[in-house]
Protein backbone atom coordinates (compact mmCIF):
# COMPACT_ATOMS: atom_id res chain seq x y z
CA UNK A 1 0.00 0.00 0.00
CA UNK A 2 1.17 3.54 -1.07
CA UNK A 3 1.72 6.34 1.81
CA UNK A 4 1.70 10.01 0.95
CA UNK A 5 1.54 13.19 2.90
CA UNK A 6 -1.34 13.67 4.18
CA UNK A 7 -1.60 9.98 5.76
CA UNK A 8 1.50 10.27 7.22
CA UNK A 9 0.49 13.25 9.90
CA UNK A 10 -2.17 15.79 10.04
CA UNK A 11 -2.81 17.57 6.94
CA UNK A 12 -2.48 20.94 8.57
CA UNK A 13 1.20 20.32 9.33
CA UNK A 14 4.26 20.28 7.55
CA UNK A 15 5.23 17.03 7.71
CA UNK A 16 8.72 17.10 6.16
CA UNK A 17 9.88 19.53 9.06
CA UNK A 18 11.56 17.67 11.99
CA UNK A 19 10.72 20.66 14.60
CA UNK A 20 7.53 20.39 13.96
CA UNK A 21 7.06 16.88 13.89
CA UNK A 22 9.64 16.29 16.94
CA UNK A 23 7.38 19.14 19.03
CA UNK A 24 4.19 16.87 18.22
CA UNK A 25 6.08 13.60 19.91
CA UNK A 26 6.97 15.82 22.75
CA UNK A 27 3.55 17.22 23.12
CA UNK A 28 0.60 16.71 25.98
CA UNK A 29 -2.87 15.61 24.59
CA UNK A 30 -6.20 15.89 26.23
CA UNK A 31 -6.35 15.60 30.25
CA UNK A 32 -8.73 13.68 32.66
CA UNK A 33 -9.44 10.14 33.21
CA UNK A 34 -11.89 10.00 30.36
CA UNK A 35 -9.20 11.44 27.77
CA UNK A 36 -6.49 8.88 29.53
CA UNK A 37 -8.93 5.90 28.69
CA UNK A 38 -9.23 7.37 25.17
CA UNK A 39 -5.21 7.42 25.08
CA UNK A 40 -4.67 4.10 25.89
CA UNK A 41 -7.27 2.78 23.49
CA UNK A 42 -5.74 4.25 20.87
CA UNK A 43 -2.31 3.12 21.73
CA UNK A 44 -3.96 -0.42 21.72
CA UNK A 45 -5.07 -0.04 18.87
CA UNK A 46 -2.43 1.81 16.96
CA UNK A 47 0.19 -1.24 18.66
CA UNK A 48 -2.03 -4.17 16.92
CA UNK A 49 -2.41 -2.45 13.61
CA UNK A 50 1.02 -1.26 13.15
CA UNK A 51 2.73 -4.71 14.12
CA UNK A 52 -0.38 -6.19 11.71
CA UNK A 53 0.32 -3.48 8.49
CA UNK A 54 3.36 -1.40 9.18
CA UNK A 55 3.32 2.24 9.19
CA UNK A 56 1.18 2.00 6.32
CA UNK A 57 -1.52 1.68 8.17
CA UNK A 58 -3.99 4.94 8.55
CA UNK A 59 -5.11 7.15 10.92
CA UNK A 60 -8.76 6.38 10.09
CA UNK A 61 -8.22 2.58 10.56
CA UNK A 62 -6.64 3.07 13.80
CA UNK A 63 -9.13 5.41 14.94
CA UNK A 64 -12.16 2.90 13.80
CA UNK A 65 -10.17 0.25 15.94
CA UNK A 66 -9.92 2.91 18.84
CA UNK A 67 -13.84 3.71 18.80
CA UNK A 68 -12.69 7.16 18.99
CA UNK A 69 -13.28 9.83 16.08
CA UNK A 70 -9.47 10.69 13.53
CA UNK A 71 -9.61 14.23 15.17
CA UNK A 72 -9.29 12.54 18.86
CA UNK A 73 -6.34 10.68 17.77
CA UNK A 74 -5.01 14.36 16.80
CA UNK A 75 -5.83 15.57 19.35
CA UNK A 76 -3.82 13.35 21.64
CA UNK A 77 -0.37 13.07 19.32
CA UNK A 78 -0.49 15.78 16.75
CA UNK A 79 0.40 13.09 13.90
CA UNK A 80 0.93 9.07 13.15
CA UNK A 81 4.41 9.54 13.16
CA UNK A 82 4.17 10.94 17.07
CA UNK A 83 1.68 8.30 17.63
CA UNK A 84 4.18 5.23 16.54
CA UNK A 85 6.80 6.67 18.55
CA UNK A 86 4.43 6.68 21.56
CA UNK A 87 3.94 3.20 20.62
CA UNK A 88 7.20 1.83 20.76
CA UNK A 89 8.31 4.08 23.72
CA UNK A 90 4.90 2.59 25.62
CA UNK A 91 5.90 -0.64 24.98
CA UNK A 92 9.69 -0.35 26.43
CA UNK A 93 8.63 1.42 28.87
CA UNK A 94 5.62 -0.10 30.18
CA UNK A 95 7.66 -3.14 32.25
CA UNK A 96 9.36 -0.27 34.35
CA UNK A 97 6.08 0.71 36.18
CA UNK A 98 6.51 -2.19 37.71
CA UNK A 99 9.64 -2.39 38.02
CA UNK A 100 12.80 0.28 37.95
CA UNK A 101 10.51 2.82 38.84
CA UNK A 102 8.67 1.01 41.80
CA UNK A 103 11.96 -0.21 43.25
CA UNK A 104 13.47 3.29 43.62
CA UNK A 105 10.03 4.40 44.66
CA UNK A 106 10.31 2.17 47.29
CA UNK A 107 14.08 2.54 48.19
CA UNK A 108 14.63 3.42 51.65
CA UNK A 109 17.89 5.40 52.84
CA UNK A 110 19.71 2.57 54.27
CA UNK A 111 18.46 -0.32 51.52
CA UNK A 112 20.66 -2.16 49.37
CA UNK A 113 20.83 -0.43 45.80
CA UNK A 114 22.63 -3.16 43.81
CA UNK A 115 20.15 -5.76 45.19
CA UNK A 116 17.25 -3.71 44.45
CA UNK A 117 18.04 -2.21 40.86
CA UNK A 118 19.15 -6.25 39.96
CA UNK A 119 15.71 -7.07 41.26
CA UNK A 120 14.17 -4.59 39.03
CA UNK A 121 16.52 -5.29 36.22
CA UNK A 122 15.98 -8.43 36.11
CA UNK A 123 12.46 -8.09 36.32
CA UNK A 124 12.75 -5.60 33.36
CA UNK A 125 14.81 -7.44 30.93
CA UNK A 126 12.34 -10.78 31.77
CA UNK A 127 9.70 -9.03 30.39
CA UNK A 128 11.14 -7.18 27.20
CA UNK A 129 12.17 -10.92 26.38
CA UNK A 130 8.67 -12.50 26.71
CA UNK A 131 6.49 -9.91 25.58
CA UNK A 132 7.05 -10.65 20.86
CA UNK A 133 5.47 -7.54 20.38
CA UNK A 134 8.31 -5.31 22.23
CA UNK A 135 11.10 -6.91 19.56
CA UNK A 136 8.90 -6.31 17.07
CA UNK A 137 8.14 -3.13 17.32
CA UNK A 138 11.78 -2.39 17.63
CA UNK A 139 12.52 -4.16 14.33
CA UNK A 140 9.61 -2.31 12.65
CA UNK A 141 10.96 0.82 13.82
CA UNK A 142 14.59 0.30 12.11
CA UNK A 143 12.49 -0.46 8.49
CA UNK A 144 10.16 2.02 8.67
CA UNK A 145 12.20 4.55 9.89
CA UNK A 146 14.73 4.26 6.58
CA UNK A 147 11.62 3.91 4.62
CA UNK A 148 10.05 6.82 5.98
CA UNK A 149 11.76 10.06 6.02
CA UNK A 150 9.58 12.19 8.52
CA UNK A 151 9.13 9.32 10.53
CA UNK A 152 12.70 8.50 11.10
CA UNK A 153 12.86 12.74 11.72
CA UNK A 154 10.54 12.20 15.10
CA UNK A 155 12.30 9.23 16.36
CA UNK A 156 15.55 11.25 16.18
CA UNK A 157 14.87 14.47 17.65
CA UNK A 158 12.36 13.04 20.41
CA UNK A 159 15.82 11.91 21.99
CA UNK A 160 16.59 9.48 24.15
CA UNK A 161 14.48 11.13 27.29
CA UNK A 162 11.45 11.57 25.37
CA UNK A 163 12.02 7.72 24.60
CA UNK A 164 12.35 6.71 28.03
CA UNK A 165 10.50 8.67 30.78
CA UNK A 166 10.40 6.13 33.35
CA UNK A 167 14.11 5.70 33.26
CA UNK A 168 14.80 8.60 33.38
CA UNK A 169 12.48 9.74 36.08
CA UNK A 170 13.42 6.43 37.89
CA UNK A 171 17.83 7.80 37.76
CA UNK A 172 16.62 11.33 38.28
CA UNK A 173 15.22 10.75 41.70
CA UNK A 174 18.78 8.43 42.34
CA UNK A 175 20.88 11.78 41.61
CA UNK A 176 18.38 13.99 43.52
CA UNK A 177 18.75 11.48 46.61
CA UNK A 178 22.45 11.16 46.39
CA UNK A 179 22.53 7.65 45.67
CA UNK A 180 24.13 8.10 42.29
CA UNK A 181 25.89 11.18 40.51
CA UNK A 182 24.36 11.61 37.39
CA UNK A 183 26.10 14.62 35.54
CA UNK A 184 24.95 13.69 32.08
CA UNK A 185 21.27 12.03 32.53
CA UNK A 186 20.47 11.94 28.79
CA UNK A 187 23.47 9.70 28.24
CA UNK A 188 22.84 8.03 31.23
CA UNK A 189 19.63 6.67 29.83
CA UNK A 190 21.40 5.25 26.81
CA UNK A 191 23.76 3.12 28.94
CA UNK A 192 21.15 1.73 31.14
CA UNK A 193 19.06 0.51 28.14
CA UNK A 194 23.08 -0.89 26.27
CA UNK A 195 23.90 -2.92 29.10
CA UNK A 196 20.38 -4.30 29.81
CA UNK A 197 18.08 -4.29 27.07
CA UNK A 198 19.94 -3.72 23.81
CA UNK A 199 21.67 -6.88 23.58
CA UNK A 200 18.25 -8.48 23.42
CA UNK A 201 17.22 -6.00 20.57
CA UNK A 202 20.50 -6.89 18.64
CA UNK A 203 19.98 -10.21 19.02
CA UNK A 204 16.83 -10.28 17.95
CA UNK A 205 17.11 -8.38 14.50
CA UNK A 206 18.91 -10.73 13.41
CA UNK A 207 16.44 -13.86 13.80
CA UNK A 208 18.13 -15.43 17.15
CA UNK A 209 18.23 -14.59 21.18
CA UNK A 210 19.92 -15.16 24.24
CA UNK A 211 19.80 -17.99 26.45
CA UNK A 212 18.66 -17.55 29.93
CA UNK A 213 22.00 -17.69 31.56
CA UNK A 214 23.70 -15.45 29.47
CA UNK A 215 20.39 -12.79 29.77
CA UNK A 216 20.83 -13.44 33.72
CA UNK A 217 24.42 -12.47 33.47
CA UNK A 218 24.18 -9.93 31.10
CA UNK A 219 21.74 -8.36 33.52
CA UNK A 220 23.98 -9.00 36.98
CA UNK A 221 27.29 -7.47 35.43
CA UNK A 222 25.39 -4.69 33.18
CA UNK A 223 23.73 -3.45 36.90
CA UNK A 224 27.22 -4.17 38.22
CA UNK A 225 29.25 -1.26 35.72
CA UNK A 226 26.40 0.54 35.70
CA UNK A 227 26.16 1.51 39.45
CA UNK A 228 30.09 1.39 39.98
CA UNK A 229 30.49 3.87 37.27
CA UNK A 230 27.63 6.50 38.67
CA UNK A 231 28.56 5.76 42.09
CA UNK A 232 29.17 9.38 44.40
CA UNK A 233 32.07 10.29 45.45
CA UNK A 234 33.38 8.75 49.17
CA UNK A 235 32.89 11.69 51.95
Known sequence: MGTNAREHGHPA?????????????????????????????IITAARALFLRDGF???VDQIAAEAGVSKVTVYNHFGSKQALFVEVVKDAMDAPLGDTLVGAVDG???G?????????????WVRRIRSDPDVLA???????????????????RESGPQLHHPAASGALAEL?????LTIPDPEVAVLQLYALLVFPHLVFSAYGTELDDALAERLTTTGVDMFLAYYAPEPP
Request: no cysteine; charged share 35%; glycine share 8%.
Open 175 to 179: AATGR
Open 13 to 41: EHVGDAGDAAGATARRGPAGARAERKREA
Open 107 to 109: LAE
Open 111 to 123: DDLRTAITDAARA
Open 137 to 155: LRNLVAREAHRVPELHAVW
Open 56 to 58: DVS
